[in-house]
C-alpha cells in the first residue's frame, strides 16, 4: 500500500479513536468526582464532629480543673478545710491557663440545708453567708436531693431524684457522683462523699463544691481558644462558630468566631452539639447516660477516649426543654458543607476537563502541524523539481553553445557573437534564479531589516520596468502605465521594492496569456483629504487565480495545479518573497482576480513620514503612457 495511503488511514483512524477516548475520560472523570464528592462530604462531617467534641472534651477538662485540685481538701466528716482548700485553689491558680475563671467557692451539705459555705481564697477564710439571689433554683434543686431525715437510713443521699432512677438501670451498682453544671448562673457543682465512719447505718451526707464560672472569662478568652484550635485556626478548618445560650427557644451568642454569625445559626449550621450533657439532647435524653458510664479511681466520673485521654462529662443540672443549654454550632464558610463540597468538586472538574481540553487540542495540533509537514515537504519536492527544470534550460542552452563555439562549428564572427548573446542571456536568467532563492532564503532565516527612505514611486516603477524590459520586448506585450499626478513619497527601500514590483510584472507577463497586455498604476489613497497609503497595482487579463488559491499563492513554493502542469516555469518563490519584502517595508500586498479575466496585485505603502495632508497643486498633470512591443 502506498505510504500516503497508509499515512492518511492511520491519521483518520487514530483521531476519532483518541477523540473517543477524551470523551470516554471526560464522562468517567464527571461520574467519579460525584462519588469523591460525596466520600468528601462525609469525611467533612466526620472531622467536623470530632472537632466539636473535641471542643466539648477541653472545655469540661478545663472547667473540671478546679474541684480536681480541690480533692481532698473536704475531711472525713464532710467539712470544708478552708486553709487546705485555699491552699489548693492557689496551686490550680498558679498552673492555670485562665487564672480568672473561677473566684470563690461554695460549700452545702445536705445535713446543714440552711447554711452554705463560702470559700475567700485570698483570706484563707471560710463563712457562711446568704444564698446569692441567682441561686434560688440550685438551691430548690439541691434541697430536693436531700432526702427527709426519717428517710435516712433507707434512702442514700445522693444526686437529684431522676439520677437515683437511673441508678437503678446501672444494675444496682452504687453510683458516684458526678460532674454536674448549672447553666444559668453558670456554675460547677461537684458532690462529695465523705468517707462513712465504720459502724454507721445511714451513709454520710453529701458535700457539694459549688463554683461559680466567670461568664466573661468563658466568653473572651476560653471560648475564642477553644474555637481556635478546633475550627478556625489551621488550613482546612474553614468554619464559623458560635456557642449559643438556649433558654425556651431564645438564643443568646456567648461567642461567634465571625460577626453577625449566631442568631439564627443553629437551623443553618452543618453541625451543632450540646456543651454540656448528651451531645445532641433536647429530645429530652434521660439521665441514665450520666451514672452508666464506666467508672475510674474514686469519686470521678471519667471515661476513657480513643485516644486514651480522660474524659470528663458534664451533666446539666436542669434538664426541663426552658432551661438553658449551651449549644456550639458549626458552618463552613463557604454556607454549608454541601456548598464547600461542591465547590471543590467544580474546581477538580474544571482542572481536569481544562487537562483534557489541553489533550485535545494538542491532539488536533499534531494533526494539522503534520499536515502541514507533509504539505511542505510535497512543496519542497515540487520547488526542488521546478528549480532542476529551471537550471536546466539555461544550462542546456549555455553548454551546447558553448560546445558549437569550442568545436569550431561556429566560426563566423557575426554567429560567434550571437552565440555569446544567448550565452549571456541565459547566464543572466541563472543569476537572477539563483538570486531569488538566496534572497528567499535570507527572508526565512531572519526578518530583513530597511532603512526606509522616502521615495518616488515613479523612478521605482521605472527601474523595474527597465529590468523587465527584455521580457516585455520579447513577449510583444503591450504596456500600459500610468502614475497618478502628485503622489506623495513612500516609505520603503528602492531595491527591495523593485524586486517586488518586478517580481509581479513577471508574472503578469508569464500568466498574462494571449492578451499580452499589462497595466500599472500608482495612486494615492485618501481619507478625509488625507493621503494615507499610495498603491502600485500590477495587473493583467490573462488566466486569472481560482477564489480557492488567492490565500495558497503566498505560501512559499506552491503553485497553481493549471500552471505547474503547463510549460510555464516558475519556482513558487515570487510572491512570498514579495510579500515577505512589502511586509518588512510596513506595507500590504494584495489580490483580486478571477478565473480567466486576468489578475490584479495590489501593493499598499505608507506615505513617507507619516500621512500628508494633500495640497491639490494645479497644472500638474498625470503620466499616462502606453508601450508595444
Ligand atoms: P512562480 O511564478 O514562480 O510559480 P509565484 O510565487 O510568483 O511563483 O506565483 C505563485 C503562483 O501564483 C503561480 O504559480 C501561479 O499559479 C499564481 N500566479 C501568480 N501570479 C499570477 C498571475 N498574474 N495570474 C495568474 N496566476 C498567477
Redesign the pocket.
Known amino acids: 500500500m502506498n505510504s500516503a495511503i497508509k499515512h492518511r488511514i492511520l491519521l483518520w483512524g487514530a483521531v476519532p479513536v483518541l477523540a473517543a477516548v477524551l470523551v470516554l475520560l471526560a464522562v468517567l472523570q464527571y461520574r467519579w468526582s460525584g462519588q469523591v464528592s460525596a466520600a468528601t462530604r462525609s469525611q467533612m462531617e466526620l472531622n467536623l464532629h470530632a472537632a466539636l467534641m473535641g471542643f466539648r472534651q477541653d472545655l469540661a477538662r478545663e472547667l473540671a480543673a478546679v474541684p480536681l485540685e480541690l480533692r481532698g481538701g473536704i475531711d472525713d466528716s464532710g467539712k470544708p478545710n478552708a486553709a487546705r482548700l485555699s491552699q489548693q485553689f492557689h496551686q490550680w491558680q498558679q498552673g492555670a491557663a485562665h487564672p480568672a475563671l473561677v473566684s470563690r467557692m461554695y460549700f452545702w451539705t445536705s445535713s446543714d440545708k440552711e447554711h452554705l459555705l463560702s470559700l475567700d481564697p485570698g483570706r484563707e477564710q471560710m463563712q457562711t453567708v446568704e444564698w446569692p439571689p441567682n441561686f434560688d433554683r440550685l438551691r430548690q434543686r439541691l434541697n430536693q436531693t436531700a432526702p427527709p431525715p426519717d428517710h435516712s437510713a433507707s434512702a442514700p443521699h445522693g444526686p437529684p431524684q431522676h439520677d437515683r432512677d437511673a441508678r437503678s438501670r446501672t444494675h444496682g451498682r452504687e453510683p458516684s457522683p458526678l460532674w454536674l453544671v448549672d447553666e444559668s448562673i453558670p456554675a460547677i457543682l461537684r458532690p462529695v462523699r465523705p468517707r462513712q465512719a465504720p459502724g454507721a447505718m445511714a451513709p454520710a451526707a453529701l458535700t457539694w463544691i459549688i463554683i461559680p464560672i466567670e461568664l466573661s472569662v468563658v466568653e473572651k478568652e476560653v471560648l475564642p481558644e477553644l474555637a481556635q484550635k478546633y475550627l478556625t485556626g489551621s488550613p482546612g478548618l474553614d468554619y464559623r462558630v458560635a456557642v449559643l445560650r438556649t433558654v425556651a427557644d431564645k438564643q443568646e451568642v456567648l461567642y461567634s468566631s465571625e460577626a453577625g454569625f449566631g442568631g439564627n445559626a443553629a437551623t443553618s449550621a452543618d453541625a451543632a452539639l450540646n456543651l454540656f450533657g448528651p451531645p445532641t439532647r433536647h429530645a429530652q435524653m434521660p439521665m441514665a447516660g450520666v451514672f452508666a458510664m464506666p467508672r475510674s479511681s474514686g469519686n470521678e466520673r471519667t471515661s476513657q477516649t480513643q485516644a486514651g485521654e480522660r474524659s470528663i462529662r458534664f451533666e446539666p443540672l436542669f434538664f426541663a426543654s426552658d432551661d438553658p443549654n449551651w449549644q456550639i454550632v458549626a458552618q463552613h464558610k463557604k454556607g454549608s458543607l454541601d456548598a464547600a463540597v461542591s465547590g471543590l468538586r467544580w474546581r477538580n472538574l474544571i482542572v481536569s476537563f481544562g487537562v483534557l481540553v489541553v489533550l485535545a487540542i494538542t491532539m488536533a495540533l499534531v494533526v494539522i502541524t503534520s499536515q502541514r509537514a507533509r504539505r511542505l515537504a510535497l512543496l519542497q519536492m515540487e520547488f526542488v523539481a521546478g528549480v532542476s527544470h529551471e537550471l536546466r534550460t539555461p544550462l542546456a542552452v549555455i553548454s551546447s553553445a558553448a560546445e558549437n563555439i569550442a568545436h569550431g562549428v561556429v566560426a563566423e564572427k557575426e554567429q560567434v557573437a550571437r552565440y555569446g548573446a544567448s550565452i549571456l542571456k541565459q547566464s543572466r536568467q541563472l543569476t537572477k534564479l539563483v538570486e531569488q532563492v538566496l534572497v528567499f532564503a535570507a527572508t526565512q532565516q531572519k526578518p530583513q531589516r530597511y532603512r526606509l527612505r522616502p521615495l518616488n514611486v515613479a523612478e521605482v516603477i521605472d527601474a523595474a520596468l527597465e529590468n523587465t524590459a527584455n521580457m516585455v520586448t520579447g513577449g510583444a506585450v503591450t504596456l500600459e502605465r500610468h502614475i497618478e499626478p502628485g503622489l506623495p513619497p513612500v516609505a520603503a527601500d528602492f531595491s527591495a521594492l523593485t524586486q517586488c514590483l518586478q ?1 509581479l510584472i513577471n ?2 507577463i ?3 496569456g494571449e492578451s499580452r497586455w499589462i497595466g500599472i498604476r500608482a495612486a494615492a489613497q485618501k481619507e478625509k483629504d488625507t493621503v494615507r497609503e499610495v498603491t502600485i497595482t500590477v495587473e ?1 487579463h ?4 481560482g477564489p480557492g ?1 488567492l490565500k495558497q ?1 503566498f505560501d512559499p513554493f ?3 495545479p ?3 502542469g503547463s510549460n510555464i516555469h ?7 518573497l514579495a510579500k515577505t519584502l512589502i511586509e518588512a517595508m510596513r506595507g500590504r500586498l494584495t489580490v483580486e ?1 478571477e478565473i480567466g479575466k486576468g ?1 490584479r ?1 495590489t501593493v499598499h505603502l505608507p506615505v513617507a513620514d507619516g500621512p500628508e495632508t494633500v495640497t491639490a497643486k494645479s497644472g500638474v498633470k498625470g503620466e499616462t503612457s502606453a508601450a508595444t512591443s
Open positions: 517580481n508574472n503578469a508569464k500568466y498574462g493583467d490573462g488566466m486569472g487565480i488559491e499563492i506552491y503553485r497553481s493549471a500552471v505547474a516558475g519556482t513558487g518563490l515570487g510572491l512570498p482576480s489578475a496585485f
